[in-house]
């Protein structure tokens, strides 16, 4: 029994997919800007355990204009031996949902981290999606593509990050497609910038016969930290000021519009609305529109 759920926004189909979770220790390496105790709190006040936080991952596909495009790929199958089927789980799950690999039309990147990217290779390295074109946002292209970026890359996560980067696309021989934010990724799926968790992090407005959604990738992690207090400043975020200014910005938008969102690391199915509360926000997680 596979993890999916299926909804429609107009006439485009949404299969949300689960690629698992990954348990994060609450410590004061998390906040840049906030005590452990603080994450602790927050963590209690939304009823969950205190020592440890489920980041989950959810990829989705979008059956839109004859097309199967599929937003963001997980950690990669090779992780599902790894952390034994905890994540990585999303090509089974892409199978339990009666979608085949092989018949992705279009690969969309939101930004360059590795739960995003591994996904692009099975673990033997052949490309997971092999008849996919793989569309990625221009600005974060340019700068993890950028050998003068990478020798100035501060030691530790970054480095990391571009080691990942180069290794995945290399592999791929960097066939893929950059797209400019403001324009149509998709049938119906407009790229926006929300930059700060990367350089080129990116989220987008799909919309169909009246209908609208808001896929922000990472402008908001765990819902139960970063909603109520979104001037906190995750250890994650490349750009952790110009983060909080976005996901503000976002999220003010979501909830003047009431206007559905689907978040990667929400829980499943990782679809909720977003409300005003005091000086941060509320998420409601829901199953449809």
Same mark, same amino acid.
């Given at each position: 029994?596979?993890?999916?759920?299926?909804?429609?926004?107009?006439?485009?189909?949404?299969?949300?997919?689960?690629?698992?979770?990954?348990?994060?220790?609450?410590? =004061?390496?998390?906040?840049?800007?906030?005590?452990?105790?603080?994450?602790?709190?927050?963590?209690?006040?939304?009823?969950?355990?205190?020592?440890?936080?489920?980041? *989950?991952?959810?990829?989705?596909?979008?059956?839109?204009g004859g097309k199967r495009v599929l937003v963001d790929t997980?950690?990669?199958?090779? $992780?599902?031996?790894?952390?034994?089927?905890?994540?990585? *789980?999303?090509?089974?799950?892409?199978?339990?949902?009666?979608?085949?690999?092989?018949?992705?039309?279009?690969?969309?990147?939101?930004?360059?981290?590795?739960?995003?990217?591994?996904?692009?290779?099975?673990?033997?390295? =052949?490309?997971?999606?092999?008849?996919?074109?793989?569309?990625?946002?221009?600005?974060?292209?340019?700068?993890?593509?950028?050998?003068?970026?990478?020798?100035?890359?501060?030691?530790?996560?970054?480095?990391?990050?571009?080691?990942?980067?180069?290794?995945?696309?290399? *592999?791929?021989?960097?066939?893929?497609?950059?797209?400019?934010?403001?324009?149509?990724?998709?049938?119906?799926?407009? $790229?926006?910038?929300t930059p700060g968790h990367s350089i080129g992090h990116t =989220?987008?407005?799909?919309?169909?016969?009246?209908?609208?959604?808001?896929?922000?990738?990472?402008?908001?992690?765990?819902?139960?930290?970063?909603?109520?207090?979104?001037?906190?400043?995750?250890?994650?975020?490349?750009?952790?000021?110009?983060?909080?200014? *976005?996901?503000?910005?976002?999220?003010?938008?979501? $909830?003047?519009?009431?206007?559905?969102?689907?978040?990667?690391?929400?829980?499943?199915?990782?679809?909720?609305?977003?409300?005003?509360?005091?000086?941060g926000y509320r998420v409601n997680v829901m199953q449809s529109?």
């Open positions: 029994m596979g993890e999916f759920h299926r909804y429609k926004v107009g006439d485009i189909e949404v299969t949300v997919l689960s690629d698992g979770f990954r348990q994060v220790p609450v410590n =004061s390496n998390y906040l840049i800007n906030a005590s452990a105790e603080d994450l602790a709190k927050a963590l209690a006040a939304a009823g969950q355990p205190t020592d440890k936080m489920k980041n *989950t991952y959810s990829p989705i596909v979008l059956t839109t997980g950690n990669g199958e090779a $992780a599902s031996a790894e952390s034994k089927g905890e994540r990585g *789980t999303l090509n089974a799950n892409l199978k339990a949902a009666g979608l085949d690999r092989s018949a992705i039309d279009i690969v969309v990147i939101s930004h360059f981290h590795a739960d995003h990217v591994n996904g692009l290779l099975m673990p033997d390295n =052949s490309p997971a999606f092999p008849n996919a074109e793989i569309k990625v946002p221009e600005v974060e292209w340019k700068f993890w593509m950028d050998d003068g970026e990478m020798s100035r890359a501060s030691k530790g996560r970054m480095t990391e990050l571009f080691a990942n980067n180069r290794r995945v696309f290399d *592999t791929l021989k960097r066939k893929v497609t950059p797209y400019a934010w403001d324009q149509e990724v998709a049938p119906g799926m407009t $790229a926006v910038g =989220s987008y407005v799909v919309a169909s016969a009246g209908k609208t959604i808001y896929v922000q990738s990472d402008v908001c992690n765990n819902i139960a930290v970063f909603a109520p207090y979104p001037d906190w400043h995750g250890f994650f975020d490349q750009d952790p000021p110009k983060a909080a200014a *976005t996901r503000k910005r976002v999220y003010d938008m979501l $909830a003047a519009e009431k206007l559905p969102v689907q978040g990667y690391h929400f829980p499943f199915p990782a679809l909720g609305r977003v409300d005003k509360s005091g000086s529109l």
